[in-house]
């Protein structure tokens, strides 16, 4: 993908037939966390540890997140966790996943029954 362009992604080979029906934008997802600021790290950290939370169904607390961020061995300056899990509060995860996700449409219907 050429991120300047935001062309559509091709395979090595490919035909233009073969080309995904959707563009690719440079993500942090692309950029090694070593290589992130310790300001990103820890806004990474306590994201990965809210998304955690969440998926167990367990409350987001900036305790918990410091908890799981401590488990794996990891630390982060002490108001992330608090400014995480007011944001998460006051907005709500599941609008927060969705605006983040970029997500574009969803996959077509079922086939029709033979």
Known sequence: VDARRHEPLVP???RPSQ???FRIAPTMANVPASSLSK???DELLCTYASLILHD???EITPQAMT????AAGCSVEGYWPMLM???ISNVGMDA???MG???GGGGGGAAPAA
């Open 96 to 98: 927060l996943i969705k």
């Open 12 to 14: 090595r080979g490919a």
């Open 39 to 41: 300001e990103q790290q």
């Open 56 to 58: 167990d169904g367990a």
């Open 19 to 21: 080309r995904l029906p």
């Open 85 to 87: 899990a007011k944001m």
């Open 101 to 103: 996700s970029g997500a």
């Open 67 to 70: 908890n799981l961020i401590k």
